[in-house]
């Protein structure tokens, strides 16, 4: 399985900014992904996810309302798109995927298997 992050770049406080993932070699056609993110000198955070099957999306409360996790099977695509992007959200943005554990998907980063390289955002104030 491999992951590629991409659409990473500078932007300024307020924009948006849209990121892209596209996932190659899974035989599987239930499974989770999620979009993750590690500010310098902080943990990895989880973002939102997204159900492979159904498109059964979660988010954190820290971008709930922001952040908008979708898919596009027919590309094996998944997106992030940020709204209204601010400094904090300055961070390396990771996806991954994982098997799907139930009828919802998790942040939580042990149910991850396989990761991108993570592609950098920056948000200038």
């Known amino acids: 399985v491999q992951l590629q992050a991409s659409g990473g770049g500078l932007v300024q406080a307020g924009d948006s900014l849209g990121l892209s993932c596209t996932i190659s070699g899974y035989t599987s056609e239930e499974y989770q992904i999620a979009w993750f993110r590690q500010a310098p000198g902080k943990g990895r955070e989880g973002v939102g996810c997204?159900?492979?099957?159904?498109?059964?999306?979660w988010y954190p409360d820290s971008t709930r309302g922001r952040f908008a996790v979708t898919k596009d099977n027919a590309r094996n695509a998944v997106y992030l798109q940020m709204i209204s992007a601010q400094p904090e959200d300055t961070a390396v943005y990771y996806c991954?995927?994982?098997?799907?554990?139930?009828?919802?998907?998790?942040?939580?980063?042990?149910?991850?298997?396989?990761w991108g390289q993570g592609t950098q955002v920056t948000v200038s104030s």
């Open positions: 991954a995927t994982g098997a799907q554990r139930g009828w919802s998907c998790s942040t939580a980063s042990y149910e991850y298997d396989h």
């Open positions: 997204i159900l492979r099957s159904d498109g059964t999306t």
